[in-house]
């Protein structure tokens, strides 16, 4: 589109860039909502960070602690595995950091540090504080965003995440 009248132009400069700033805030959203939903114990905020058909890769992660974990595929298979894994058994915190998104038209790529506390619920003495890189595609979903595939690789952690984990 070629503008040439100035108030016109900085309309489209200002439209572009609050269309822009709402993308980056609905992709960082997906990632909030995929860790409170589990801190809340929330099923429809935890599920809707995912799309359906999504992918989330914790094995790096957990072949840090000697565990093998497959990737999940679909979101009713993310959503239960996490879920179940951790009902009435594991209290959860998680603290999202120095997110980075890249925006491509439908698809975005954000990568994010994220500190996740894990304690079980009848002895907050067995815990496992685990601080992960998260590389995540994610595609748009209306107005919104949702995760795509996830990836999450442990860069340290303390505690004992196998008493968490299994």
Request: glycine letters at 6%; charged letters at 25%.
């Amino acid at each position: 589109m070629f503008v040439t009248d100035p108030q016109a132009l900085a309309a489209t400069s200002t439209d572009a860039l609050l269309a822009e700033l709402r993308d980056r805030t609905e992709v960082i959203d997906a990632l909030y909502r995929f860790g409170l939903g589990q801190d809340l114990r929330d099923r429809d905020l935890f599920a809707s960070a995912f799309a359906e058909t999504a992918e989330l890769d914790f094995g790096p992660a957990a072949s840090r602690w000697g565990a093998a974990t497959p990737p999940m595929t679909g979101r009713d298979t993310i959503v239960d595995t996490i879920l179940e894994l951790f009902a009435g058994r594991v209290d959860t915190t998680h603290v999202v950091t120095n997110p980075r998104v890249r925006i491509a038209g439908d698809r975005a790529d954000l990568t994010a540090v994220v500190e996740a506390q894990h304690l079980l619920t009848a002895d907050h003495e067995t815990f496992a504080l685990l601080k992960n890189r998260y590389d995540v595609t994610l595609v748009r979903d209306g107005r919104r965003w949702v995760v795509a595939t996830m990836r999450i690789e442990n860069v340290w952690y303390t505690g004992d995440p196998k008493a968490i984990f299994g």
